[in-house]
């Protein structure tokens, strides 16, 4: 309960930042992190040797310094956003015609879902376009019970609905998808206990296969949103992006290659604001070893 305290006291003070003062401490915070030497930063390198063969390895660094940075600016700025009042988030966002955007791609017979890479805020992006949309969220259960209701009051106050990734959950997605409204994933999440093995930067990556079962059974169009932290303290620009067809294939592999490349084009777009730090490849094909391994570990 103290812990919850702490945290809740921290995203009140940050909140009251300016978003520049706020990037700009978030820029020292993630260049100090950087420099530390640990399983954190083995993995954001692990992950950029992986997923940008093509660049020199000077560049595989550069990028893994500006990817702390940017990790530190998204630290800092989740008071600001998770506090802000209707207005302030609004201002926040650079292109709110993005919104119009995504409004004529939004079928109110089949509903909408939303694909939410975790790149730039994804928690942005949710706050802001619940203000114009009814967006149900699905989300994972954090490992300490006693934060999920701080997450999910958090990401509940503009009205969007949160329910967890449970059977359950799933099926008040299904019958808010039969109302019309919108339905947000994180699709880059590994799934727990199903999902197949699919390319993703050229690596087999085990995938969720819940989105692309739901635009399939649907009929939902599928479409892909990020909130790219732009610099200098000057807001977000909003993604949007359509969703290949071959998502709701009938096959899951070809469903969820489709996906990936998805998602790795939106990466593309914003490569040092992806959530490196995630393991995604930890859960290889058998015979495969896992890439997160120090040598010589066992």
């Known amino acids: 309960m103290l812990r919850v305290l702490i945290i809740r006291f921290l995203l009140r003070t940050t909140s009251l930042l300016p978003l520049r003062v706020a990037h700009a401490l978030g820029t020292a915070l993630g260049a100090l992190l950087g420099c530390i030497p640990g399983k954190t930063r083995h993995t954001v390198r692990t992950n950029l040797d992986l997923c940008f063969p093509e660049l020199a390895p000077a560049e595989r660094r550069a990028l893994e310094r500006a990817g702390f940075r ?17 207005e302030r988030l609004r201002s926040l966002v650079s292109n709110p015609e993005a919104m119009d955007e995504l409004d004529a791609l939004w079928d109110r017979n089949t509903g909408l879902l939303l ?11 949710s706050l802001y376009l619940n203000q114009r949309f009814p967006i149900n969220n699905l989300y994972r259960p954090p490992r300490d019970p006693a934060l999920e209701p701080l997450l999910v009051d958090f990401r509940q106050r503009t009205g969007a609905n949160s329910f967890p990734a449970t059977p359950g959950g799933i099926r008040n997605l299904y019958k808010a998808l039969r109302q019309g409204e919108v339905v947000g994933i994180l699709p880059d999440q590994t799934p727990g206990r199903s999902g197949v093995f699919a390319p993703f930067f050229g690596h087999p990556a085990l995938t969720m296969t819940l989105l692309c079962q739901m635009a399939r059974k649907s009929g939902a169009p599928v479409v892909f949103v ?3 932290r732009l610099p200098a303290g000057r807001g977000f620009k909003l993604h949007v992006r359509r969703g290949h067809p071959d998502i709701a294939h009938p096959d899951t592999e070809i469903a969820a290659t489709a996906m990936n490349a998805d998602i790795e084009a939106c990466v593309r777009e914003a490569p040092a604001q992806y959530q490196w730090t995630y393991r995604r ?18």
Do not use: K
Request: net charge neutral; with cysteine.
């Open 226 to 228: 990020f909130c790219e």
């Open 70 to 86: 940017e990790l530190g600016r998204q630290f800092m700025e989740l008071g600001i956003i998770w506090h802000a009042s209707p």
């Open 115 to 125: 694909a939410a890479p975790h790149l730039g805020n994804w928690e942005l992006a």
């Open 281 to 298: 490849f930890r859960r290889r094909p058998e015979g495969l070893p896992n890439p997160y391994r120090a040598p010589g570990s066992n």
